[in-house]
């Protein structure tokens, strides 16, 4: 049954403006499993049932209840909360709306043939040599970043976060490291976030409309630098844009799908979105957890300090590398953990091709099923105290069952940018534990959801250098 799923882009449903016209259908953890098992097994058998759930007001369907979540107090997960209580774990819903602000050629609004090529060629990007230098990179940002808070007080860790991110994605994928060029992509592709979220309506004075006016600056700007490319202008350049016009430019090409300039400026906006306000979200929240949770702080700090000797000891390399990440288990666990507990990509939408049956419902052919990733990792059949902030939970490898751990999606849309993620993440939390004390600020409980899902504070925390205090 499963194969009549066509995956489609990974936030489709609720990053690019808010899905398209029709009816979806979120699905949770009991009913996933049982569904993949079925599919394993080839089972299928027709009913007429459709899933519970209101299809709200003709044309828009439930779309104000969805944006009132967003901008409510509750955060926007409430909106999938009030009807999996009402409805139980698979509902019906309707949204309107769908825009493809990153770019009809990009990998996440790509057919499934279309998808297939473009995957090929990027996934090759994402090699251990490109972590490696991402890590170096990553690392030198910290420390400078870090540095610029010597004079203590209080700083916002998402603001940093983002800063941070949107610099490495930058320069990792179009060596793009300061300047007016840089600014000036930093608030288009922010201005694209939010119109992603905006009602899509065309007026010169809507949310939306900048965003489509931003894109275009956008697409303008890669548009010169490809062009630079291509005459020879920048030849030093390491970074992903080279590689792909590189091959492209390659007589003896290995017969894979050659990039059209539209689908390397799609797919590079693409991946500034995926890479940089992820993995800010989720550093922001795993600093908030470990601000909590005295033990896992005090464990984590304790093993850091002696990671920090290793490094000293065995060279005196001024920058983190892959190898000293690999020799980080229990930072990892803390890293799956915070992953798992704030479900950053809270679900994930796959497009219905034809006709089927998912436990009994019958679902029709165009409709998006999103995955529920949230309720699966809070779910406590799966994970005992699932509401309790313990990275030792991972202490045995197996001890998480198949498609447990959502946080990066599941199958052939995969999230292209794990390792990069984890390593990034890695870096930041060794650089501020071996750096800084903390102690967070204020009140952590209410989440916001802009892109993913965030903490509507930015989490504030106030910070004295350890060397001052010991
Ligand atoms: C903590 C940070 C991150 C999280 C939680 C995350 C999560 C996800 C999720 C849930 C998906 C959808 C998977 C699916 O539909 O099955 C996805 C897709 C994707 N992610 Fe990430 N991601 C993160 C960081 C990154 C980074 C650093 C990059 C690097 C550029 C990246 C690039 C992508 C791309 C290109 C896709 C689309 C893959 C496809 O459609 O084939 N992500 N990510």
Redesign the pocket.
């Known amino acids: 049954m499963f194969e009549v799923l066509v ?1 489609v ?3 489709g449903l609720c990053l690019y403006a808010i899905l398209g016209v029709g009816a979806f259908v979120f699905v949770a953890s009991e009913l996933w499993k049982k569904m993949v098992l079925r599919q394993l097994n080839g089972e299928y058998s027709g009913t007429s049932n459709i899933p519970p759930g209101s299809l709200g007001l003709p044309f828009i369907g439930e779309t104000i209840q969805f944006m009132a979540a967003i901008n409510g107090d509750k955060g926007f997960y409430d909106f999938v909360r009030v009807r999996s209580e009402r409805y139980g774990n698979c509902f019906k819903t309707n949204i309107f709306g769908e825009t493809h602000l990153v770019g009809n050629q990009s ?2 609004c790509a057919s499934p043939h279309h ?1 297939k090529l473009l ?1 090929a060629r ?1 996934i090759n990007l ?1 090699s251990s040599n490109s972590i490696s230098l991402l890590v170096k990179q990553f690392d030198q940002l910290v420390v400078d970043a870090l540095n610029g808070w010597e004079h203590g007080g209080t700083i916002i860790v998402l603001d940093e976060a983002l800063k941070i991110t949107f610099k490495a ?1 930058c320069k990792m994928l179009l060596s793009l490291e300061s300047g007016v060029e840089l600014e000036l992509l930093q608030e288009d592709v922010s201005q694209v976030c939010k119109a992603m979220l905006a009602f899509p309506l065309r007026f010169p004075w809507t949310g939306f409309y900048k965003g489509l006016q931003a894109r275009k600056r956008i697409m303008s700007t890669l548009e010169k630098i490809i062009s630079r490319r291509r005459r020879g202008l920048d030849p030093n350049s390491r970074d992903f844009l080279q590689c792909l016009l590189a091959k492209d430019d390659n007589s003896t090409f290995d017969g894979m799908h050659r990039l059209t300039d539209a689908e390397i400026q799609d ?1 590079i906006l ?2 500034i979105i ?2 940089q306000d ?2 800010a ?2 550093i922001t929240w795993m600093v908030k957890y470990l601000g909590e949770n005295e033990e896992a702080l005090e464990a984590i700090k304790a093993k850091q300090a002696e990671q920090r000797q290793l490094a000293e000891n065995t060279s005196k390399k001024s920058f983190l590398t892959l190898d000293d990440l690999n020799e980080m288990p229990y930072a990892s666990k803390v890293i799956k953990e915070s ?1 798992r507990m704030a479900s ?2 809270p679900w ?2 796959r497009l219905v091709l034809e006709d089927c049956e998912i436990e009994g419902y019958n679902i029709k052919k165009g409709w998006n099923v999103n995955i529920d ?1 949230r309720s699966i990792h809070l779910d406590s059949m799966l994970y005992n105290e699932p509401n309790n902030f313990n990275p030792s939970r991972f202490d045995d490898e197996h001890f998480c069952k198949p498609y447990s751990f ?13 390792n ?2 984890k390593a ?2 890695l870096v930041f939390l060794h650089r501020l534990l071996t750096t800084y004390k903390q102690v967070i600020d204020s009140d952590l409980s209410i989440e916001k959801w802009a892109l ?1 899902s965030r903490l509507r504070s930015g989490c504030p925390v106030q910070l004295s250098r350890i060397s001052n205090i010991e």
């Open positions: 995956e882009g990974p936030y990998l996440l998808h995957r990027l994402f994605m797919n693409t991946m995926a890479g992820t993995t979200s989720a992953l950053v990509v994930f939408p990733a959502l946080a990066f999606g599941m199958g052939a849309r995969t999230c292209l940018g794990i990069m993620a990034m993440m993913f």
